[in-house]
């Protein structure tokens, strides 16, 4: 019997260049598996999220279709990767149950998480968030997308180097072409003597100096490197593409770092 996608979840995650959501899994509840089961539907995961297929009658429609009042619930759950370095979580706190649901989604689908509701059932152990949805008056597919932004944070650059502060000027440099949208401006800032960094990299690094350039404002977080950054000395660029801070990096809740270093004078051998 020939099948047709007449529902489709679909995940995407910012952080990722394909927009794809890897780290997470996207499962129906006891209760819907049991619906599906009884109207003969096949439940099929992806790459992209998950399809709800349903068997057709000789005239192309469903052999037996969902009832029109039917709410169908999901679970999203964390089955790796580093879901929640890379993601911006800040509309679930607060919310003990959080679930995504179609009212008042957009005419592209995307699905709103409901407001906080204390009555709500807890979420089984291990679920990230449900996904409730009403497909019955959709076209078909009925497609609806849950969409992740990526974290935010400020970039910081703590460069170790030989150069004497009056020796010339570092900066970090976005070589983005002019009018570049998202292009990146990096400040130098003193540092504190209770940096934990700059502390480490003194231990580490005696004799050397530390300079440190701090973003203006917060960079989403990427899994692509972004290759324009460059490390310069006056006009001259000395190293780069620098690499993009570590996200297990944090020096505080919203600044990822990176230490790299500029010798002016190569090493000296015996």
């Given at each position: 019997?020939?099948?047709?996608?007449?529902?489709?979840?679909?995940?995407?995650?910012?952080?990722?260049?394909?927009?794809?959501?890897?780290?997470?899994?996207?499962?129906?509840?006891?209760?819907?598996?049991?619906?599906?089961?009884?109207?003969?539907?096949?439940?099929?995961?992806?790459?992209?999220?998950?399809?709800?297929?349903?068997?057709?009658?000789?005239?192309?429609?469903?052999?037996?279709?969902?009832?029109?009042?039917?709410?169908?619930?999901?679970?999203?759950?964390?089955?790796?990767?580093?879901?929640?370095?890379?993601?911006?979580?800040?509309?679930?706190?607060?919310?003990?149950?959080?679930?995504?649901?179609?009212?008042?989604?957009?005419?592209?689908?995307?699905?709103?998480?409901?407001?906080?509701?204390?009555?709500?059932?807890?979420?089984?152990?291990?679920?990230?968030?449900?996904?409730?949805?009403?497909?019955?008056?959709?076209?078909?597919?009925?497609?609806?997308?849950?969409?992740?932004?990526?974290?935010?944070?400020?970039?910081?650059?703590?460069?170790?180097?030989?150069?004497?502060?009056?020796?010339?000027?570092?900066?970090?440099?976005?070589?983005?072409?002019?009018?570049?949208?998202?292009?990146?401006?990096?400040?130098?800032?003193?540092?504190?003597?209770?940096?934990?960094?700059?502390?480490?990299?003194?231990?580490?690094?005696?004799?050397?100096?530390?300079?440190?350039?701090?973003?203006?404002?917060?960079?989403?977080?990427?899994?692509?490197?972004?290759?324009?950054?460059?490390?310069?000395?006056?006009?001259?660029?000395?190293?780069?593409?620098?690499?993009?801070?570590?996200?297990?990096?944090?020096?505080?809740?919203?600044?990822?770092?990176?230490?790299?270093?500029?010798?002016a004078q190569p090493f000296q051998t015996p």
């Amino acid at each position: 019997m020939k099948h047709a996608a007449i529902i489709e979840v679909l995940l995407q995650h910012a952080f990722y260049t394909d927009l794809r959501c890897p780290d997470l899994s996207i499962e129906p509840s006891d209760a819907t598996a049991r619906l599906l089961r009884d109207h003969r539907c096949l439940w099929r995961t992806s790459s992209q999220g998950a399809r709800v297929l349903s068997p057709l009658d000789p005239t192309g429609r469903p052999f037996l279709p969902l009832p029109g009042d039917a709410a169908l619930l999901f679970y999203l759950a964390v089955r790796g990767g580093d879901f929640a370095a890379v993601t911006d979580l800040a509309s679930f706190r607060g919310r003990s149950a959080p679930v995504f649901t179609d009212a008042g989604a957009g005419t592209d689908g995307e699905l709103r998480l409901a407001p906080a509701d204390p009555a709500r059932p807890r979420l089984p152990p291990g679920v990230l968030a449900a996904v409730e949805i009403r497909p019955g008056g959709a076209p078909r597919p009925a497609r609806f997308l849950v969409s992740f932004p990526a974290r935010q944070a400020r970039w910081a650059y703590y460069c170790v180097t030989d150069l004497a502060p009056a020796a010339g000027e570092l900066a970090v440099v976005d070589a983005s072409p002019a009018g570049a949208a998202g292009a990146l401006r990096f400040s130098a800032v003193t540092l504190e003597p209770t940096d934990p960094v700059a502390a480490q990299i003194e231990r580490r690094y005696p004799g050397m100096r530390c300079a440190c350039f701090v973003s203006d404002q917060p960079v989403a977080a990427r899994a692509e490197p972004r290759r324009s950054l460059e490390l310069r000395l006056g006009p001259d660029r000395v190293a780069g593409p620098l690499p993009n801070p570590s996200l297990q990096s944090a020096a505080k809740e919203d600044l990822l770092f990176q230490i790299i270093m500029y010798r002016a004078q190569p090493f000296q051998t015996p």
